[in-house]
């Protein structure tokens, strides 16, 4: 079956201006994740969403960040007033479920550039 | 940081060697996972191993454990060309499925 896809593979934008991923998991899926990766950082975690329960935003760097899942299927993670630091490849992955013991599945990621 | 460590950095081989990279983490685990990442974009899932576990084997791959120590090691044998890539390990803290990941070690196995 397909996997997990987002959209755009790149996104170049301007410092100040706002931007929106998106994330499709794999169908069935009820953990949804997004992840950053840097070269300063490495790999971090931003947020995770598990069916109807309230997410768990506790890797989102600041209130520019935000994600949102609608109908327990695709997500967005909108940054506003990008910031040069915010460059990276924004990374999302699903599994059955949010525990523990599940393999999660990546997508590609967005390389989010900004200029 | 979240992040654990791993070494090497950096690891270059010969086709047939074998492979070791090294993760330590800095609390308690759930679970301990490996990924490989090809040219920095998409993850894929190598195997796993639970808190109970000393080691795991899928394959080529073996995958030891040490809690007492809170490191792991990933053993790839007989390597390939196409074994080069960034392995990385993720740790989960609790019964929430978020990885904490280490900072990778990139590896490159020479035909």
């Known amino acids: 079956g397909a996997g997990v896809s987002q959209s755009p593979s790149n996104k170049v934008t301007e410092k100040g201006k706002d931007v929106e991923l998106r994330c499709d998991p794999i169908s069935g899926h009820t953990a949804l994740y997004w992840y950053r990766q840097s070269l300063g950082q490495g790999l971090e975690f931003l947020i995770y969403f598990q069916g109807n329960s309230a997410p768990d935003k506790s890797g989102l760097p600041s209130d520019r960040f935000s994600a949102e899942r609608t109908g327990g299927s695709v997500s967005t993670l909108t940054i506003q007033r990008t910031q040069q630091e915010d460059s990276a490849v924004y990374l999302c992955?699903?599994?059955?479920?949010?525990?523990?013991?599940?393999?999660?599945?990546f997508g590609p990621g967005t390389r989010l550039t900004v200029t | 940081s979240q992040q654990g460590e791993e070494d090497p950095q950096a690891l270059s081989i010969q086709e047939g060697e074998n492979a070791t990279m090294n993760c330590s983490y800095k609390?308690?685990?759930?679970?301990l996972q490996w990924y490989r990442q090809n040219s920095g974009r998409g993850l894929v899932h190598l195997i796993l191993i639970r808190s109970n576990e000393r080691e795991k084997h899928s394959g080529r791959l073996r995958v030891t454990l040490d809690t007492s120590k809170k490191s792991s090691s990933l053993l790839i044998t007989a390597s390939r060309a196409a074994d080069t890539a960034s392995y990385f390990c993720?740790?989960?803290?609790?019964?929430?499925?978020?990885?904490?990941f280490g900072q990778g070690t990139e590896l490159s196995v020479k035909p």
């Open positions: 992955a699903s599994s059955l479920q949010g525990l523990a013991g599940y393999e999660q599945y």
């Open positions: 609390t308690s685990i759930n679970n």
């Open positions: 993720a740790s989960i803290y609790n019964q929430g499925g978020k990885l904490i």
